[in-house]
């Protein structure tokens, strides 16, 4: 049985794993590595098997920090994400999405990928902070670049793509044997069919199946916002389902500003490496730089420009649209659906069954947001 760098925490030193799923290619893993990788995996392979696209997700702390397909990047987005003129595969741009819809959570992510491991996304990998990847294979020269990788100490896992798991799994709390039937319902575009206010056009329902399976395999409670084939915001495991929406909701404020031509237009020294300038982006748009903070970044800067003002926001804010917003259970109430309206949201995929769901298919109504019942539960933990 292959042993494990330790369990959760480094003085839970006895930890170890059995399976034929997967393999340790590089790297030695940690307990979080694993269900970072296996949940990973899920979540792409079947974000691919459902949309027809390569796709990744950059997970923390078994949840996803962000997931996308491998579409092209518009030219603001190349620029948000740091990627220039960069040749990118349809796998790598997966990639280059997932960790830029959250790139303060995704420092120091677990990478997963649905395709073999191309050269370009592993010349990609190559530059940026991560703990490990998993993946369904290499192609020629890949794995010895990522083993290369935090001076050898770079994990990864490979997957067997064939594998199929049994249809009852167990886990063990406190002595206590706890066995279910897997979740392995396939979310599929048919899932959208209930419509109950509004229309859905293709790429609303692409976008609603994407945050669908994205929540599938991310803790409980959560939200997710999706924009163009790409998480731009997720809220997990949160007690009160409407802190999910308004914690997404605010990163989707913090993406969208990301392209703000003030945010774009900030002028970093040469010495400033990429992942510091994402940094500083990221705090300048949150606008509550510290006093020790507000002088690095000048020090970082030829220019820093005068902070985004309220009104500014505002007005930047209001012109995003078309956001899909998905939830794992159902919406209880209608101020989730007050809070989602303030993120561009034109589309909402949830379970249904609440005892307002009058209610809150008035506040969509109100608010011009298609709402489709899924009549699926999609509690992860």
Not at 232 to 259: E, F, M, N, Y
Request: overall charge negative.
């Amino acid at each position: 049985m292959p042993t494990l760098k330790y369990g959760c925490n480094p003085h839970q030193a006895q930890a170890a794993f059995e399976s034929v799923a997967v393999r340790v290619r590089n790297g030695a893993p940690s307990m979080i590595n694993m269900l970072d990788a296996l949940n990973g995996w899920q979540l792409v392979s079947e974000l691919a098997d459902a949309l027809a696209a390569p796709a990744a997700a950059s997970f923390k702390h078994v949840s996803p920090a962000g997931a996308a397909l491998g579409m092209p990047l518009s030219d603001d987005l190349r620029r948000v994400y740091e990627v220039g003129d960069r040749d990118l595969s349809p796998l790598a741009t997966a990639y280059v999405r997932a960790r830029g819809a959250d790139p303060k959570s995704s420092f120091g992510d677990f990478v997963a990928l649905s395709d073999p491991v191309d050269a370009a996304t592993a010349g990609y990998l190559k530059g940026v902070v991560s703990d490990g990847l998993v993946a369904p294979g290499f192609e020629e020269g890949t794995l010895a670049t990522l083993a290369a990788k935090k001076n050898g100490a770079f994990v990864v896992i490979e997957t067997d793509p064939d594998y199929r798991p049994p249809a009852v799994e167990s886990r063990e709390v406190f002595g206590v044997a706890l066995t279910q039937e897997r979740n392995n319902r396939r979310l599929r575009l048919e899932d959208l069919d209930g419509v109950v206010c509004g229309e859905l056009d293709e790429q609303a329902k692409r976008n609603l199946l994407l945050a669908l399976v994205t929540l599938k395999y991310t803790q409980s409670n959560s939200i997710g916002y999706a924009l163009e084939g790409q998480m731009i915001g997720i809220g997990a495991g949160q007690q009160s389902r409407v802190d999910c929406t308004k914690l997404a909701g605010a990163k989707v404020d913090v993406w969208h500003l990301s392209r703000h031509p003030k945010v774009l237009g900030i002028g970093f020294r040469p010495s400033v490496r990429r992942q510091e300038r994402i940094n500083w982006r990221v705090r300048y748009i949150e606008g509550d730089l510290t006093p020790g903070e507000q002088a690095e970044f000048a020090e970082a800067t030829v220019e820093p420009g005068a902070p985004l003002g309220a009104a500014e926001r505002a007005s930047w804010i209001a012109g995003l649209d078309g956001v899909a917003l998905a939830s794992d259970g159902f919406i209880p109430f209608r101020d989730n659906i007050d809070h989602a309206a303030r993120h561009g949201v034109s589309c909402i995929a949830q379970p249904g069954g609440s005892a307002r769901d009058a209610e809150v298919a008035d506040a969509c109504r109100e608010h011009g947001i298609a709402m489709v019942h899924t009549g699926l539960r999609l509690f992860h933990h």
